[in-house]
Nanobody, 117 residues
Framework: QVQLVESGGGLVRVGGSLRLSCAASVTGYSINAMGWYRQAPGKQRELVAAISSGGSTNYADSVQGRFTISRDNAKNTVYLQMNSLKPEDTAVYYC???????????WGQGTQVTVSS
């Protein structure tokens, strides 16, 4: 069983900061990579950042230098620290976890991030 609970979304001003959290409750599965995707109205869902089980990270060019992804394996939690937020960062952000041993992946419920001008 895998359950993902996201939190931390909200409304912020341009240039502000926000920290998203995604806690995974896992029974009978092991987590490999974790990541964050986002989807703005009328647009395709896109990868924002990902982190491997070993801590290697990848970022979309649009957030490089502003966002930081991290994970706490003891808590099975992945975080996304978002700084210097821009209006184009406005979207629903989804947590994503990839499972080991061919068990597939899971999506969080999504959390709204709105950056006001």
């Amino acid at each position: 069983q895998v359950q993902l609970v996201e939190s931390g979304g909200g409304l912020v001003r341009v240039g502000g900061s926000l920290r998203l959290s995604c806690a995974a409750s896992v029974t009978g599965y092991s987590i490999n990579a974790m990541g964050w995707y986002r989807q703005a109205p009328g647009k395709q869902r896109e990868l924002v950042a990902a982190i491997s089980s070993g801590g290697s990270t990848n970022y979309a060019d649009s957030v490089q230098g502003r966002f930081t992804i991290s994970r706490d394996n003891a808590k099975n939690t992945v975080y996304l620290q978002m700084n210097s937020l821009k209006p184009e960062d406005t979207a629903v952000y989804y947590c994503h976890v990839a499972l080991r041993y061919g068990a597939g992946s899971r999506w969080g419920q999504g959390t709204q991030v709105t950056v006001s001008s």
